[in-house]
């Protein structure tokens, strides 16, 4: 089944053929013994493939790490970091989970409580728990287009508009965000608690059944050959050599709510199904309702938006909508809400096409429909704060646009409120403010485009620059007005986003990124020129952004080193300042970022790859850990793309690092921000301190560098959860640092001794009263007659 969208990207390709002629004729650079201590600490292998890249991440907040997969089709895995085993209610199973969008930490409750929403194919946003429930949905407001825009050649922003539908009543808004708050619940008693739960767990196993069946391997191998001779529909990307499988046809039949069970389980008994409950997953071992109907099964949780039902006219089509990109969650407007700022893709996919054809009457072609927009919901209520329509198109049109891009939010100008950045695949790269006007200047245009944009002050000039690489092979960064500042060709394709570090440690920040023609590139930033010792010559294409940190054991040393996956089954390590390669052979293809970070809990830094077809490998080596140093997530915190050693950053101090419960109202953090750029006069740094990721103990403002021990309060609720250090300078650019605690979780062992102790000491005291008033009757005389 062919893509709606992949035969276009495929024919902008072909610009590129001559420059991957040219990259054949180079010979790859010869690999040698770069780094001691490197060996594989586990590996692991997951339901589905992985192209989104992971996350490192600790659910249950008690100081052990996590890996957070979302893969291809169906799953949502956690591995244990040590061990590499599942964890308790994961892998998370759904027919509709279906995603290419890495996971972002968010708290809607503002409880301080960690939870995890997934961007969905479908278009959905849906939260997970740390226990791997589904805490709420919500669905992207669909795209409302003119039946016949085409044939009356209307342009995109007469053709098409975004119709969130009747916003729901602040009242409904309070109530449902206070159900929600399951903490603030208090007069509910326990067993009425355990009786709701209990009747949940039942509804919940009759009404909603998994997807498709477990795969065996030989099916599993045989559908990851496919993969090499289809072109998919999902991703717009032909750069990933067709290694991807057809969601539409991974789909099986809907599955539907039913009144009657079906199904091998459809014998049991509540009370069976209660005690199956209590040894599998729920979400993974259900098999009943197989579909009966049209409806295909929502996901549970509380829907966060209920809308009405959008009215269409006669000459009008409800567009669905797709994600294809990480979206980015933050308060963009400043005003203290929650908002996800999505870059969406409106199209008919096959699978809609074949399933639901009264969708679309006489004289309705689904191709005509193809649109991306950006898009900002405040995830507390529900509401779409503004949509913007970028591009109009046909699926056959040569200029058909799709949304590949994770927008950037940054305060390029500094002018106290933040814009967005998002790239086309037809080739521009467009600006909004915080509110979604357009920014003057912007958009500009490149080559086809299926990287997203980033931020870094590369030319020193104490401003942002917005860098960008397009498919043919052309790099760029604008300053915030749009202007270019310095341009490279480069042969290959740039797939994925730039990343930004100093690598050959002489002070400049460098451009680094792989081509599709297996090469890789670290530029100057200040004007854009090939360092020395590069470009690295790999044997396959790089999809994937590479990850720039220090192997060498300090956190200010002498350059960083590269490490980036291909697709000919290696992974490459680059000692930048010396030109050193050491490769990695995994025999997979990776299209997923490389992370680091202490996943086995050892205090050595370790790297995590994944890969095309489900494999995971931890790899330890021989650096000890550092938060300057790590790399947890694709983007760290909100906009960060830049290595932080020998640059910029902020790191809690080794000795608060350790897990503890915090026992009291106040407890003490030290923190150092490091900054080693160029002195510059009215420096300023923002430090938040927050439980979570809204719950904010502390907010300072700073004018220089170092070390800094603070007292805050603590939480009033007790929690496991986590505490951020969040580094925020006056461009936008932020910093994350995090541990785990517990807050007053264990209080209940100093009222035991405070009870206790009393105790034993009055009861000594008594004792030893008693025995220097005790009387000593005489012994009796015995007298001799």
Same mark, same amino acid.
């Given at each position: 089944m062919i893509a709606p969208f992949s035969l276009v990207l495929c024919a902008l390709l072909f610009i590129a053929?001559?420059?991957?002629?040219?990259?054949?004729?180079?010979?790859?650079?010869?690999?040698?013994?770069?780094?001691?201590?490197?060996?594989?600490?586990?590996?692991?292998?997951v339901g589905s493939s992985v192209y989104a890249t992971p996350r490192i991440v600790d659910l249950a907040h008690d100081g052990h790490k996590e890996v957070l997969i979302p893969t291809f089709s169906q799953f949502l895995e956690a591995l244990d970091g040590p061990t590499g085993e599942d964890i308790p209610g994961f892998p998370f199973m759904h027919p509709r989970m279906k995603t290419y969008a890495s996971p972002l930490p968010v708290d809607l409750n503002g409880d301080g409580q960690v939870d995890w929403l997934v961007a969905l194919y479908t278009g959905e946003l849906v939260?997970?728990?740390?226990?791997?429930?589904?805490?709420?949905?919500?669905?992207?407001?669909?795209?409302?287009?003119?039946?016949?825009?085409?044939?009356?050649?209307?342009?995109?922003?007469?053709?098409?508009?975004?119709?969130? !539908?009747?916003?729901?009543?602040?009242?409904?808004?309070?109530?449902?965000?206070?159900?929600?708050?399951?903490?603030?619940?208090?007069?509910?008693?326990?067993?009425?608690?355990?009786?709701?739960?209990?009747?949940?767990?039942?509804?919940?196993?009759?009404?909603?059944?998994?997807?498709?069946?477990?795969?065996?391997?030989?099916?599993?191998?045989?559908?990851?050959?496919?993969?090499?001779?289809?072109?998919?529909?999902?991703?717009?990307?032909?750069? &990933?050599?067709?290694?991807?499988?057809?969601?539409?046809?991974?789909?099986?039949?809907?599955?539907?709510?039913?009144?009657?069970?079906? !199904?091998?389980?459809?014998?049991?008994?509540?009370?069976?199904?209660?005690?199956?409950?209590?040894l599998f997953h729920p979400e993974l071992y259900r098999t009943s309702n197989l579909a009966t109907g049209s409806e295909?099964?929502?996901?549970?949780?509380?829907?966060?938006?209920?809308?009405?039902?959008?009215?269409?006219?006669?000459?009008?089509?409800?567009?669905?909508? /797709?994600?294809?990109?990480?979206?980015?969650?933050? #308060?963009?407007?400043?005003?203290?809400?929650?908002?996800?700022?999505? /870059?969406?893709?409106? &199209?008919?996919?096959?699978?809609?096409?074949?399933?639901?054809?009264?969708? &679309?009457? #006489?004289?309705?072609?689904?191709?005509?429909?193809?649109?991306?927009?950006?898009?900002?919901?405040?995830?507390?209520?529900?509401?779409?704060?503004?949509?913007?329509?970028?591009?109009?198109?046909?699926?056959?049109?040569?200029?058909?646009?799709?949304?590949?891009?994770?927008?950037?939010?940054?305060n390029?100008?500094?002018?106290?409120?933040?814009?967005?950045?998002?790239?086309?695949?037809?080739?521009?790269?467009?600006?909004?403010?915080? #509110?979604?006007?357009?920014?003057?200047?912007?958009?500009?245009?490149?080559?086809?485009?299926?990287?997203?944009?980033?931020?870094?002050?590369?030319?020193?000039?104490?401003?942002?620059?917005?860098?960008?690489?397009? @498919?043919?092979?052309?790099?760029?960064?604008?300053?915030a007005s749009g202007t270019i500042m310095w341009e490279k060709d480069v042969i290959g394709g740039v797939a994925d986003r730039l990343t930004f570090g100093d690598v050959d440690g002489d002070g400049v920040v460098d451009v680094v990124f792989g081509t599709t023609s297996g090469l890789i590139y670290a530029l100057r930033g200040t004007d854009g020129t090939v360092l020395p010792s590069f470009p690295i010559v790999t044997g396959g294409s790089i999809v994937a952004p590479v990850l720039l940190l220090n192997l060498n054991g300090m956190m200010f040393g002498e350059g960083l080193d590269i490490v980036v996956p291909s697709h000919n089954g290696r992974v490459y390590l680059v000692r930048a300042s010396s030109g050193c390669v050491q490769t990695i052979d995994i025999d997979e293809k990776s299209s997923s970022m490389v992370l680091a970070d202490d996943v086995l809990g050892n205090g050595q830094m370790d790297l995590v790859v994944t890969t095309i077809n489900g494999g995971v490998y931890v790899f330890e080596t021989a650096t000890p850990y550092t938060a300057m140093n790590a790399w947890p997530s694709k983007t760290k915190g909100v906009n960060g793309c830049s290595a932080s050693g020998n640059h910029v950053g902020i790191a809690i101090s080794p000795n608060f690092r350790t897990f503890r419960d915090i026992?009291?109202?106040?407890?003490?953090?030290?923190?150092?921000?490091? #900054?080693?750029?160029?002195?510059?006069?009215?420096?300023?740094?923002?430090?938040?301190?927050?439980?979570? @990721?809204?719950?904010?103990?502390?907010?300072?403002?700073?004018?220089?560098?170092? @070390? /800094?021990?603070?007292?805050?309060?603590?939480?009033?609720?007790?929690?496991?959860?986590?505490?951020n250090v969040v580094l925020t300078l006056p461009n936008g650019q932020s910093f994350t640092d995090s541990i785990s605690l517990s807050f007053n979780m264990y209080f209940m062992h100093a009222i035991k001794y405070t009870l206790i102790v009393p105790f034993l000491v009055v009861s000594a005291a008594l004792m030893l009263v008693h025995k220097r008033h005790e009387v000593v009757e005489p012994e009796a005389v015995q007298y001799l007659f």
């Amino acid at each position: 089944m062919i893509a709606p969208f992949s035969l276009v990207l495929c024919a902008l390709l072909f610009i590129a053929v001559g420059r991957a002629q040219y990259a054949e004729q180079l010979t790859p650079n010869s690999t040698s013994q770069c780094y001691s201590g490197l060996n594989l600490g586990w590996s692991a292998r997951v339901g589905s493939s992985v192209y989104a890249t992971p996350r490192i991440v600790d659910l249950a907040h008690d100081g052990h790490k996590e890996v957070l997969i979302p893969t291809f089709s169906q799953f949502l895995e956690a591995l244990d970091g040590p061990t590499g085993e599942d964890i308790p209610g994961f892998p998370f199973m759904h027919p509709r989970m279906k995603t290419y969008a890495s996971p972002l930490p968010v708290d809607l409750n503002g409880d301080g409580q960690v939870d995890w929403l997934v961007a969905l194919y479908t278009g959905e946003l849906v939260i997970f728990g740390s226990d791997g429930k589904v805490q709420g949905y919500l669905q992207v407001p669909p795209l409302t287009m003119k039946r016949n825009w085409v044939r009356d050649n209307l342009p995109p922003q007469q053709a098409a508009n975004i119709r969130p !539908g009747t916003p729901i009543q602040n009242g409904t808004v309070l109530e449902d965000i206070l159900r929600a708050r399951h903490m603030d619940d208090l007069t509910i008693t326990p067993d009425e608690v355990l009786q709701q739960r209990s009747r949940h767990s039942l509804t919940r196993r009759r009404d909603t059944p998994t997807g498709a069946a477990d795969m065996d391997d030989e099916n599993y191998d045989a559908l990851a050959k496919v993969s090499e001779q289809e072109v998919i529909e999902d991703k717009p990307n032909p750069l &990933f050599d067709a290694d991807e499988l057809d969601i539409d046809e991974e789909m099986g039949p809907p599955w539907v709510k039913s009144e009657m069970d079906v !199904g091998p389980n459809s014998h049991l008994s509540p009370e069976a199904r209660a005690s199956l409950d209590l040894l599998f997953h729920p979400e993974l071992y259900r098999t009943s309702n197989l579909a009966t109907g049209s409806e295909e099964t929502m996901f549970e949780g509380r829907n966060l938006r209920r809308t009405a039902d959008i009215i269409l006219s006669e000459d009008e089509i409800k567009v669905d909508a /797709h994600i294809l990109a990480t979206p980015v969650v933050t #308060d963009v407007d400043q005003n203290g809400d929650l908002d996800v700022i999505l /870059h969406v893709s409106y &199209f008919f996919s096959n699978d809609a096409i074949n399933k639901h054809p009264e969708r &679309f009457p #006489d004289g309705v072609d689904p191709h005509d429909f193809v649109a991306t927009a950006v898009v900002c919901l405040n995830l507390v209520t529900g509401e779409t704060r503004w949509a913007h329509l970028l591009h109009a198109s046909t699926k056959n049109s040569s200029n058909a646009a799709y949304a590949l891009s994770t927008p950037l939010i940054i305060n390029a100008d500094e002018d106290r409120s933040m814009e967005v950045y998002v790239s086309t695949s037809p080739g521009f790269v467009f600006g909004f403010t915080a #509110d979604g006007k357009p920014l003057g200047g912007w958009p500009v245009l490149l080559g086809p485009l299926s990287a997203s944009p980033t931020a870094e002050d590369v030319t020193g000039d104490g401003t942002l620059d917005i860098c960008i690489g397009d @498919t043919e092979g052309k790099v760029r960064c604008y300053n915030a007005s749009g202007t270019i500042m310095w341009e490279k060709d480069v042969i290959g394709g740039v797939a994925d986003r730039l990343t930004f570090g100093d690598v050959d440690g002489d002070g400049v920040v460098d451009v680094v990124f792989g081509t599709t023609s297996g090469l890789i590139y670290a530029l100057r930033g200040t004007d854009g020129t090939v360092l020395p010792s590069f470009p690295i010559v790999t044997g396959g294409s790089i999809v994937a952004p590479v990850l720039l940190l220090n192997l060498n054991g300090m956190m200010f040393g002498e350059g960083l080193d590269i490490v980036v996956p291909s697709h000919n089954g290696r992974v490459y390590l680059v000692r930048a300042s010396s030109g050193c390669v050491q490769t990695i052979d995994i025999d997979e293809k990776s299209s997923s970022m490389v992370l680091a970070d202490d996943v086995l809990g050892n205090g050595q830094m370790d790297l995590v790859v994944t890969t095309i077809n489900g494999g995971v490998y931890v790899f330890e080596t021989a650096t000890p850990y550092t938060a300057m140093n790590a790399w947890p997530s694709k983007t760290k915190g909100v906009n960060g793309c830049s290595a932080s050693g020998n640059h910029v950053g902020i790191a809690i101090s080794p000795n608060f690092r350790t897990f503890r419960d915090i026992r009291g109202d106040t407890f003490n953090v030290e923190f150092t921000i490091y #900054d080693a750029r160029p002195v510059i006069m009215n420096r300023s740094y923002a430090v938040d301190i927050t439980v979570g @990721t809204r719950i904010r103990l502390y907010r300072m403002r700073f004018d220089k560098p170092g @070390t /800094h021990n603070v007292k805050v309060r603590a939480p009033l609720e007790r929690m496991y959860s986590s505490l951020n250090v969040v580094l925020t300078l006056p461009n936008g650019q932020s910093f994350t640092d995090s541990i785990s605690l517990s807050f007053n979780m264990y209080f209940m062992h100093a009222i035991k001794y405070t009870l206790i102790v009393p105790f034993l000491v009055v009861s000594a005291a008594l004792m030893l009263v008693h025995k220097r008033h005790e009387v000593v009757e005489p012994e009796a005389v015995q007298y001799l007659f």
